[in-house]
């Protein structure tokens, strides 16, 4: 997958991680993807090393009284992949406009 | 938040990561399940915080934690990637913790993968390869089938018809070898060549290294002298020039211009330095429809065209022929082969003999590793029986049993790839004529191929029976049993293992006895002359000879004749010309005075010739049989007389005493006098010559041919040649060089050998399948006594606490020898008797491999049956001796 073309999902999620939306959570809720997708698909671009994961310092998690996210973040190689794929899917930028705080979780499918 | 978490178990999409989590790999399910539930309870509590926690989203809580599902499905081979793993790691350590045994088996493996890895990259490169030249099914031997000969050599002038009126052909050409001496670089030397054709190296589609092939047209009589010299050549005398182009080369009395040098790689024609145009050849008889001057020929078939459509139009071509010159070509025909068949046809049926001989290694090796994992599992099984208890599904544990083997069988193919790249070119090297194209044998991607997937298979094969026999249930009873139980059925099978090996083992060595009685009885063979202190070599005259008169001629070789005759420890010397046993063949036709000539030579009687001095018969050991040889005085200026040998006295004088009688050669010579008969030579082998079409034998005398020759061979009894098998004493050849080179300097003497080592030569093929197939039946035979060895050894080891006990009850230690010995010989002999059966079936595959001894030969397979029983015997009874040292106490204390 490294060599390849990026998939549009890939592409996308990608995206998101550029854009700040840093775990599952809010990728899943910006791209509007399914967690069956997002979470396979994130371990796929890790493997790709595409992105890098990290979990999050205990502490502020427990500030925050919720349990420690794993973190996502792009690298190098994932943004070379990420301009590619931006030439071929040119509305990708705006589709997942940069993180500006908390999202609310998106419309529940039922 | 605190009550939250109090009650994760009551929710359902938690619990269902925590179920599903059990499919991640154990490595990653910690964080796996850490960052799932992160993702669940942030979002539960996101719709908790804007009061949104109804059914509906509740519902959607569970919808997400079911991608959890597919994530965990997403990661399974990464479980398979780190069981793998632990297997490996689990394995390379237990067979670190037993050295001697991992090196025990790693040698067994790597000498039967070796060994078949040999084989292979030989059958690969002699059989499998094609040809290194483009198209190379489309190149074809052209030859004559006269009725004495299917293979014969193509008149010139027939051939240059064939190539006019072929319709089948893209191109043909024809070349004879050669040899020429190179005067001017250093001493004068015999190199060897071959007349070529014009087209000889566009119809092999071989372009030279450098500068150009031979023109058309160059080839004929009259063109410029020029020759094209082998890579070998081009280095051996010019140092890799890249002037040497346009330089001259002095062979024989004339010189050459060099327009190109061969690729290294071409090596259609063994020993072959210099290559000339046909055209350049200044013999008579090149025009002569009658003389096959040994020439043959190889064409390429245009494309899409059959063996039998060419076949078809050359026959065409020859009757067409027949009919011009009924006199020279009634009779004959056409005879076409492909080139590959021709060079590798004769060894087809050995390699592919000694492939499934070495395939019989390669199983005795399988069988003995698989008995050594089995003794080995069953002290394994309080390990298995643990694992077992703590939750291995016994698909694990086998697993694991096989990761081992195949770990152990992918080592020994490694090493065994090692032996396989040194054995095989020092194998060549030993008996460097055995095989044609042996200098394309070597490793490639196909040899390394069969190699690992035998390896794998031999992993696989082994590992089976150890793994197949530690199932769960007997692991239970093991631990019930406290690790003494399951012995019963893995005894059966090492048992079943060894008889096995033992019958695999008896093949090979039946296979092996019937090669060496074969090979003994060729030895046995009578030659037709005493090959003990005979010795030959080649002379060559030089061009001076050519020019001198006949007269001076015949003094020279006269003198030379003596002067070899008088050196010490000589006793006879003769030149011969024509053909010579064992070594090349030259023949003629006749007819007998008193009948009518024959029309054409088809109708002719034929006969070898051997033209030879008075000397022959004495250096050689030949048998008078009747009147006398040749002497002295049968020259130039007396009656022409001849000697036959018995076989042609028998088919033409078979009720009429030969001697007196008179038969004609041909020509406008006179006919020749029978004088005497002598005994009859082997000259093809010392298998086939009594099958032989052409056995007839003639000698003229020497000194009653006319004509100077460029070279002939000499015959030699002298003291001090070694006898069988010996080289040449150079002691022996520096004096006779002296001897030659003090008449005149340009006499050059070369390719000494004893008529022993032309024995030899000629049972090369014999000697390299007898010679593999015996070490091939030895190392089967080590193995399987050392498998029968370590059974016993293993099997007292396991009843020492029986055997005190029977001793302490009052059995006497022959008892316990008896009780030892006979349940191995059990073993073996129950492999012997299914060896001796397999071995009748098998042998029949032989037949044509062996000479004087039959498929079934009643005294090889007894003996060889006693050998094996013997060894079996001597295998069992170090272990049975030990046996009856057992101390009762320290066995019944054994537990």
């Not at chain 2, 014969?152 to 051939?159: D, Q, S, W």
């Not at chain 2, 070998?232 to 020039?241: E, I, S, Y």
């Not at chain 2, 027949?322 to 050995?350: C, F």
Request: aromatic share 8%; with cysteine.
């Amino acid at each position: 997958m490294g060599k390849g073309y990026l998939s549009y999902t890939m592409a996308l999620m990608l995206q998101a991680l550029e854009n700040g939306y840093r775990y599952g959570f809010d990728v899943m809720t910006v791209t509007g993807l399914a967690s069956g997708t997002v979470y396979p698909a994130l371990r796929r671009l890790e493997d790709a090393g595409l992105v890098l994961s990290k979990w999050e310092r205990p502490g502020v998690a427990q500030q925050e009284q919720r349990p420690a996210r794993k973190y996502y973040e792009v690298t190098k190689a994932g943004r070379e992949a990420l301009a590619e794929a931006r030439q071929r899917f040119r509305l990708l930028e705006q589709l997942a406009p940069q993180s500006t705080g908390r999202l609310k979780p998106a419309g529940e499918k039922g | 938040m605190r009550g939250r978490r109090g009650a994760t178990h009551q929710r359902p999409w938690l619990r269902l990561i925590t179920l599903v989590g059990v499919l991640v790999p154990c490595r990653l399910r910690a964080d796996w399940r850490q960052e799932w539930e992160a993702e669940l309870r942030y979002r539960e509590t996101l719709l908790e915080e804007w009061d949104r926690l109804n059914g509906r989203t509740k519902l959607a809580l569970l919808w997400h934690s079911l991608g959890a599902l597919m994530d965990a499905l997403w990661l399974q081979p990464r479980r398979w990637e780190d069981e793998m793993f632990q297997d490996l790691r689990y394995g390379v350590r237990m067979l670190l913790k037993n050295p001697g045994f991992t090196a025990v088996v790693v040698a067994t493996l790597a000498l039967g993968i070796g060994a078949n890895a040999a084989l292979f990259s030989v059958v690969n490169g002699v059989l499998l390869n094609p040809l290194p030249y483009p198209q190379p099914e489309q190149l074809i031997t052209l030859h004559q089938s006269k009725p004495n000969f299917e293979t014969g050599a193509i008149p010139y002038p027939n051939f240059q018809d064939w190539q006019k009126e072929n319709q089948t052909f893209s191109a043909m050409a024809i070349s004879r070898g050669s040899d020429f001496s190179l005067i001017g670089t250093g001493e004068a030397e015999r190199v060897g060549g071959r007349w070529v054709s014009a087209d000889f190296f566009s119809v092999l589609g071989v372009k030279p290294a450098l500068g150009r092939s031979f023109a058309p047209g160059e080839d004929e009589r009259g063109a410029g002298p020029v020759v094209l010299i082998s890579a070998d050549l081009w280095q051996r005398k010019f140092g890799v020039a890249p002037d040497v182009l346009g330089k001259s080369l002095t062979l024989d009395d004339k010189s050459y211009t060099i327009v190109g040098v061969l690729p290294a790689s071409f090596n259609l024609v063994r020993g072959a330095d210099v290559y000339l145009p046909i055209g350049q050849w200044n013999t008579p008889a090149l025009r002569n429809r009658s003389a096959g001057l040994g020439l043959h020929g190889i064409g390429r078939l245009k494309p899409g065209v059959t063996l039998a459509q060419a076949q078809a139009d050359l026959d065409r071509v020859m009757r067409n022929l027949a009919a011009a010159y009924p006199d020279a070509n009634r009779g004959h025909g056409a005879s076409l082969i492909p080139l590959k068949e021709r060079m590798v046809g004769d060894v087809r049926l050995i390699l592919w003999m000694l492939l499934g001989a070495v395939g019989f290694v390669l199983a005795v090796a399988c069988v003995n590793v698989s008995n050594l994992l089995l003794a080995r599992s069953t002290g394994r099984t309080r390990e298995f029986a643990i694992r077992a208890a703590l939750g291995a599904g016994q698909w694990r544990l086998l697993r694991q049993l096989l990761t081992e083997s195949m770990l152990l069988a992918l080592a020994g193919g490694g090493l065994g790839l090692l032996l396989a790249a040194l054995g095989t070119r020092a194998a060549l090297g030993v008996l460097p004529t055995a095989l044609p194209r042996a200098d394309e044998v070597g490793l490639d991607g196909r040899v390394l191929l069969f190699t690992f997937t035998i390896s794998l298979l031999t992993g696989m094969l082994s590992g089976l029976a150890p793994a197949l026999k530690t199932s769960p249930w007997r692991l239970s009873e093991t631990l019930k049993e406290g690790g003494r139980g399951a012995g019963g059925g893995r005894h059966r099978a090492q048992g079943v293992l060894v008889a096995v090996e033992m019958a695999l083992a008896l093949v090979l060595l039946v296979g092996a006895g019937l090669m060496i009685r074969s090979l003994s009885a060729l030895w046995q063979v009578d030659p037709g002359f005493r090959p003990d202190d005979v010795l030959t070599f080649g002379l060559s005259f030089p061009p001076s000879m050519r020019t001198a008169s006949p007269e001076a001629v015949r003094v020279a070789l006269r003198e030379l004749s003596d002067q070899l005759n008088s050196m010490p420890g000589v006793r006879a010397a003769s030149f011969s010309a024509g053909a010579a046993p064992l070594q090349g063949e030259d023949d003629l036709f006749f007819w007998l005075d008193g009948q009518p000539k024959p029309a054409s030579t088809s109708e002719m009687n034929m006969a070898l010739v051997y033209r030879v001095e008075p000397g022959y018969l004495t250096a050689l050991g030949i048998p008078l049989k009747q009147g006398r040889f040749f002497t002295n005085q049968d020259d130039e200026r007396t009656q022409p007389v001849v000697v036959i040998d018995e076989v042609l006295a028998r088919k033409y004088f078979p009720h009429a005493d030969p001697l007196g009688q008179r038969i004609h050669l041909g020509g406008d010579r006179d006919p020749l006098q029978i004088v005497g008969v002598v005994g009859h030579v082997k000259q093809w082998s010392l298998d086939s010559d009594d099958k032989a079409l052409l056995q007839a034998q003639l000698y003229e005398p020497f000194r009653q041919l006319s004509g100077s020759p460029s070279g002939v061979g000499v015959m030699m009894r002298a003291e001090g040649v070694a006898g069988k098998a010996g080289a040449v004493p150079p002691a022996l050849f520096d004096s006779i060089r002296r001897v030659v080179q003090s008449q005149h300097s340009q006499n050059v003497i070369f390719r000494p050998q004893t008529m022993n080592e032309v024995i030899a030569d000629s049972l090369t093929r014999q000697r390299f399948s007898m010679i593999l197939l015996d070490a091939f039946a030895a190392v089967a035979l080590l193995l399987a006594s050392v498998g029968l060895y370590g059974v016993i050894s293993y099997l007292v080891g396991q009843r020492t606490h029986e055997l005190g006990i029977r001793l302490a009850l009052g059995a006497q230690r022959q008892d316990v020898l008896r009780l030892v010995l006979s349940r191995g010989m059990k073993m073996a002999l129950s492999g012997v008797a299914l060896g001796l059966v397999a071995a009748l079936g098998l042998t029949r595959l032989l037949a044509k491999l062996l000479y004087g001894v039959s498929t079934t030969d009643p005294a090889t397979f007894t003996v060889i049956a006693l050998l094996l029983a013997a060894v079996a015997l001597l295998a069992c009874f170090v272990p049975a001796w030990r046996a009856t040292k057992v101390d009762p106490l320290v066995a019944l204390r054994h537990e």
